[in-house]
Structures are given as structure tokens and as C-alpha cells.
């Protein structure tokens, strides 16, 4: 058992650096201990930066770190073009402002899913519109869609929560009829697919994060966004340097969107373990499967049968949730509420006009949901103990 540094991204209730002096439970647990995933790689990783500190230091968006992580980050999600960015809440803002959307304009996108999806709508002066959840996928539920459609909507922001891709059929076609833009919300789904297709690779964009609880986690923050459009892949480029259409010239307002050279060739490194790290993901999302499929009380995830989820959480549903996440955190097992309210309950969109009860799916899934360490560098005996404290938790 390797007793790291765990970096404490969350509140698990205990201080993460107790767990290096002193033992204070039967067995250590980290929900992402990112030393842990650097160790391997480690010689590689110093290597890659070493080659961009001595060869390409100045270079920014064009440069061959960058140009290199485009193209196989696009190949590999089925897209023929790559836009890298500075973070995955940068991809979703430049695809909105490349893509014109903006004052008076209306988003229907999730009411459950972080901040920076329904944030950036708002950021760009137009009007996040919810429709609420499938209560056994937590993503968007397709079949509600056309009623949310007005003639001010431009977009569909579907978010593929967890790992797992919202229902894309219906909802590209939905938006063909409507003539709308659909940017997906990947940030949590690279490599996953729906129908044997890969997440991204549906929409007029898709965009994703490497923040480092992604599967793909960069050192610091990044983003990619993935385009099968020529056009979109040339507004993109330039919205990313801030709308210029020549030098100094500026077609439109863009922003400084660009990714550094040194966190592209690390990106690459880690790109190669990608597959590595999602097959263990899976792996022990089965496993959890199996050990709570006896707990009753416990919702584990469901899977749609043509999706292959590559579970960026491995999130549960109990009743008693926040009792049972605090005698989790008793026992040294972290687990994290990924989210605890709604987007439409939010301070930050009361302006909105939208009131509690409006998406009750949305609402009983911040009250339940509970999303349980699943990191690849997790061992047999640390699964089984999560599931052990989990069962006398209840
Ligand atoms: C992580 C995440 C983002 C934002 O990505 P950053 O790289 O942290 O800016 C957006 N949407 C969802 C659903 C996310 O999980």
C-alpha cells in the first residue's frame, strides 16, 4: 500500500496530509493522488519539458507540442480538426463566441453539471435554458428538448456527465430540424462512446478539459476542442488569438485562449497512458458494480447498453447521502458530491426566474448523488475497502 501525498481537490472531511504522519484508519485512501500517477512516467515527462524548454520556448499556439497534441487528441476522437485551448471552460466559451452566439440569444443545456457550462452561456450575455435529467444517466433528456425550443434558441449544450455520452441521436436530430448548433459539454468523456462513435465527434464543436481530475489530467489547466467543420476550425484558431483575422486586425472579439507549448508535450506523454487509465477505470467501476450490487439502498451507475462510459466518476445514489459521506470520511474513504445544487436553485442565475421544484429529476439527484474514488492508480484491497465502508455506512 503506498501511503502518497493525497492532494485534498476536495473536502473528504480528513486532512489528506494525516494520512502521511500518522495511519489513522485500517487503510489510506486517496480520491486523486496525482504524485501517484506521475511516478511511472516520470523520466518521460522531464524529458518532454526539457525538449520544449530547449527548442521551443517562445512558441504558443503553432508551435510542434501543440500542433503534435492536436492531432492526435482529433484522430483519436473521430474529429478532423483539433483546437487546443487553455482550459475545457475556455473551449466551451471560444466555441460560443467563434460560433457568434450571444445578447439575446437562448442555450438549452443541463441544470446538473458544474458551473462553467451554464457560466459561460451567461458569459456571453446569452440565456442558459434547462431541461431536466434521465434520472439513471443524469444527462439531458433528449425527449424534453423540443418543448424548451423558442425561436431565440441558437444552441444545445448537452454535458455527458460522469463519463457516460447524453443521447446524441435524438438530440442531432432535434437540432438538424431546428437549424441549431449543438456544442458538447465533453469535458468528462474522452475516448467514450455512443453507437461505437466518440464523444466530440457529433456536434458542430466538442470540448474538452484536461483539468486534472479528467481522465486525461494535464499539469494545470487545458482543453481541446474537437470540429469535423473546416470553417468552425478556422473561426475557432482565431477566436482562440483573441478574433484576429490578420496581424492586429480583428474580425470579431476572441480572446487569449492559448495553450502552452510545455503543457501540450506533457498532454502527449500522458496521452499514451490514456487507454491504460480507462481500462482500469472500467475495471473498477465492475468491480464496485459487483461488491454493491448486494447493498441495498444503493443505486450503482446504469449504463446504456450502446455506450461505452469510461466512468470519470463512479457516482451512486443513497437516500441518507450526506450521513453516509460523513462516516465515509470517518474510515479515511474520500467521496465527493458532484453537484450538490442545481443550476437553476443557483444565487448566480436567480435572475433567471426559475424556482426549486421546476426539475425535480435535477434536484433529487443533487441530493443523492455520491461519487466515490475511481482513480487507475487504485489497488484491489483499497476497492474492496471502499465498498466494505460503504456497506456498514448505511
Ligand atoms: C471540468 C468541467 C468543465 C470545465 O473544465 P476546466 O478545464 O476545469 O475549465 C466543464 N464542464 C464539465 C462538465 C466539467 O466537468
Request: aromatic fraction near 8%.
Amino acid at each position: 500500500m503506498s501511503v502518497g501525498i493525497s492532494y485534498p481537490l476536495v473536502s473528504s472531511g480528513v486532512p489528506a496530509a494525516c494520512a502521511v504522519i500518522e495511519r489513522r484508519f485500517a487503510m489510506d485512501v486517496p480520491f486523486l493522488d496525482v504524485k501517484n500517477q506521475y511516478a511511472p512516467i516520470r523520466d518521460e515527462v522531464l524529458a518532454a519539458i526539457t525538449n520544449v524548454v530547449d527548442n521551443e520556448y517562445m512558441c504558443l499556439c503553432n508551435g510542434p507540442s501543440v500542433r503534435t497534441l492536436e492531432a492526435e487528441i482529433s484522430a483519436y476522437c473521430d474529429s478532423s480538426h483539433g483546437v487546443a485551448v487553455s482550459s475545457g471552460t475556455d473551449a466551451l466559451l471560444c466555441s460560443l463566441m467563434a460560433l457568434g452566439i450571444g445578447a439575446g440569444d437562448e442555450v438549452i443545456t443541463t441544470p446538473f453539471t458544474f458551473g462553467a457550462t451554464t457560466g459561460t452561456i451567461a458569459r456571453v450575455g446569452a440565456k442558459p435554458v434547462f431541461v431536466d435529467i434521465e434520472p439513471d444517466t443524469f444527462n439531458i433528456d433528449a425527449s424534453k428538448i423540443e418543448a424548451a425550443i423558442t425561436d431565440k434558441t441558437k444552441a444545445i449544450m448537452p454535458v455527458h456527465l460522469y463519463g457516460q455520452v447524453a443521447d446524441m441521436d435524438e438530440i442531432m436530430a432535434i437540432a438538424q430540424k431546428h437549424n441549431l448548433h449543438v456544442i458538447e459539454d465533453a469535458a468528462q468523456v474522452i475516448g467514450a462512446t455512443y453507437k461505437g462513435r466518440k464523444a466530440g465527434s457529433f456536434g458542430t464543436t466538442g470540448c474538452f478539459s484536461f483539468y486534472p481530475t479528467k481522465n486525461l489530467g494535464a499539469m494545470g489547466d487545458g482543453g481541446l476542442i474537437t470540429t469535423q467543420d473546416d470553417e468552425v476550425a478556422d473561426k475557432l484558431e482565431r477566436t482562440r488569438n483573441h478574433g484576429q483575422t490578420g496581424a492586429y486586425i480583428y474580425g470579431w472579439v476572441g480572446g487569449n485562449f492559448r495553450m502552452d507549448s510545455m503543457l501540450a508535450a506533457v498532454l502527449s506523454v500522458k496521452f499514451k497512458q490514456l487507454e491504460g487509465y480507462t481500462a482500469r477505470r472500467i475495471a473498477t467501476a465492475a468491480k464496485y458494480d459487483e461488491l454493491l450490487a448486494d447493498c441495498d439502498g444503493v443505486i450503482t451507475p446504469t449504463v446504456r447498453e450502446h455506450n461505452k462510459c469510461i466512468f470519470n466518476q463512479y457516482t451512486i445514489r443513497v437516500p441518507n447521502r450526506d450521513d453516509v459521506r460523513a462516516k465515509l470520511g470517518e474510515k479515511g474513504v474520500p467521496s465527493v458530491v458532484y453537484y450538490p445544487l442545481s443550476m437553476h436553485q443557483q444565487p448566480c442565475f436567480a435572475s433567471l426566474g426559475y424556482s426549486t421544484g421546476d426539475f425535480p429529476e435535477s434536484e433529487k439527484a443533487a441530493a443523492e448523488v455520491l461519487s466515490l474514488p475511481i482513480e487507475p492508480e487504485l489497488s484491489d484491497e483499497q476497492i474492496s475497502y471502499v465498498a466494505e465502508t460503504i456497506k456498514s455506512s448505511l
